[in-house]
């Protein structure tokens, strides 16, 4: 499968001993993809089982977490903290909160995540937790209770420089908020432990965008140095209307695209002359239900009850930015045969390894998660850094930086790339940039 003996031997070793783990042995083949093209050329990546180590998490909690809710019934759900890698700084990543959540979706985003931080030229090592309870249909109340539990265990594992968690999936400002309050009450400190943080006590402006935001700005790079070209008059859909769908859509707009088809679990809407991105702000603010609601405020637009099909409305370029394997094989040959010309995660590995390919093959540009939606966690080492000043920079320095940081991270994957291989193959050039720096760092620091 693999061009090195060494990568396949131990992905055949990775696959036994974790055959029920399917994202996580996905993102790691697609890694290994990548690391073909440097472990034939420098025999210590072997020698010092630099491969072994990165594939492995250094520690893995798990833990039960037992909540009332309000009915009075008792609940368990399970709570998780994989620390994956802390060779270049600590522990860094988001907590998900989803009935999905199980420890192979984790590993797969503390295995990705390792990497992406490292792209950002920040000091932050990779990892992932969350927990399997759903905070749909739950009172505020009951997220609170939930939240305050986890960190009731989580507090233990973690510390501004030992592990600093933040948001992802069912993790927003609310969660963090309740978190937050809790960590700061057994702990009887204030050191900005936990990111993407309310503005009122600790955190940067700018982060809620930031994940967002920041795919447009990598997108941008792409159109500049690719085709000479910029978002004005592009037709744009995205999937997800949650924290990173809804500000990639803002951004893209405000760059002179036309966003056209947005979606949620529900669904998505169409609306051919453009979303109205007020209303769509005020449904997402106000309920989870913006795909069904739309339309009662734009007749013109329709709404389709099946989220994947979002990828058959013709469009220029397409953000996925809802889950991960939403957009597949099905899904991309109807936007290549529809024109689409630019495909860039904001999700986390939300494209299948073969849909990937197909891309690719077809000439698409793409651009992986792991680079393009880096934006959200350099700005929480952002609000890490301004915690540790104890001074916030202003919207627009933070907003200057983290252009500066996507532009850099899209630099570094295209350079490695041209190197490697083909220039626009940014899985390879993003992996190759960003496992450099974690290897040096480990190589430097001997076998741990
Ligand atoms: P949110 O929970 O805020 O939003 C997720 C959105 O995706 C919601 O609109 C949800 O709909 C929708 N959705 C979920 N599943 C599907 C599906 N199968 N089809 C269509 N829509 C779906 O999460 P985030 O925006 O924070 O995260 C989205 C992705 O981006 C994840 O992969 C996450 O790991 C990644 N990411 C997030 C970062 C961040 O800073 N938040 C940083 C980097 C990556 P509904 O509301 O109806 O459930």
């Known amino acids: 499968m693999f061009k090195s003996e060494y990568l396949n031997e131990l992905f055949k070793s990775v696959s036994e001993r974790n055959s029920s783990q399917h994202e996580y042995l996905q993102a790691i083949e697609e890694f290994f993809e990548s690391m073909d093209f440097v472990v034939l050329d420098d025999p210590r990546i072997c020698e010092n089982a630099i491969m072994e180590r990165l594939i492995e998490p250094e520690r893995t909690i798990k833990f039960r977490v037992t909540w009332i809710d309000d009915l009075g019934k008792i609940n368990v759900n399970r709570g998780y903290r994989i620390q994956f890698n802390s060779a270049i700084g600590p522990y860094k990543g988001g907590l998900r909160f989803h009935g999905s959540v199980n420890e192979s979706i984790l590993k797969f985003l503390g295995f990705e995540q390792t990497f992406k931080n490292a792209l950002t030229g920040l000091p932050m090592g990779g990892a992932k937790g969350g927990s399997d309870f759903d905070t749909r249909g739950k009172s505020d109340r009951e997220i609170m209770r939930f939240s305050q539990n986890f960190m009731l265990e989580l507090y233990r594992h973690i510390g501004p420089d030992t592990d600093v968690p933040a948001g992802d999936i069912g993790v927003g400002n609310k969660e963090i908020g309740y978190m937050y309050g809790m960590y700061k009450k057994i702990q009887n400190e204030v050191t900005g432990t936990l990111t993407g943080k309310g503005l009122s006590y600790g955190g940067s402006l700018g982060r809620t965008e930031a994940t967002g935001y920041g795919v447009c700005y990598f997108v941008n790079e792409m159109l500049k140095t690719y085709r000479n070209d910029d978002f004005k008059n592009k037709i744009v859909i995205i999937s997800g209307s949650g924290k990173v769908g809804k500000y990639a859509a803002l951004k893209a707009h405000e760059l002179g695209a036309k ?60 953000l996925p930015c809802a889950t991960q394997n939403e957009l597949q094989i099905e899904g991309v040959k109807a936007l290549v045969e529809n024109g689409c010309f630019l495909v860039a995660e904001g999700a986390n590995m939300p494209t299948t390894l073969d849909a990937t390919k197909y891309l690719q093959h077809h000439d698409i540009l793409f651009a992986p998660g792991k680079a393009a939606n880096a934006g959200g966690v350099a700005v929480s080492g952002l609000e890490m850094s301004q915690n540790a000043m104890h001074y916030p920079w202003t919207y627009a320095e933070v907003d200057e930086k ?24 940014l899985v390879v050039g993003a992996n190759i940039a960003g496992f450099m720096r974690v290897y040096q760092a480990m190589l430097d620091q001997g076998v741990l």
């Open 259 to 318: 966003v056209v088809a947005l979606s949620d679990i529900n669904g998505f809407v169409y609306d051919p002359n453009g979303l109205d991105l007020s209303i769509v702000k005020m449904l997402t603010e106000d309920s989870p239900e913006f795909s069904t609601k739309y339309t009662e405020y734009r007749p013109n637009a329709t709404f389709n009850p099946v989220p994947s099909d979002i990828w058959k409305v013709p469009c220029d370029i397409a």
């Open 402 to 425: 983290l252009e500066l940081i996507m532009a850099d991270i899209f630099k570094k994957a295209y350079t490695q790339a041209r190197k490697y291989t083909d220039h626009r193959n």
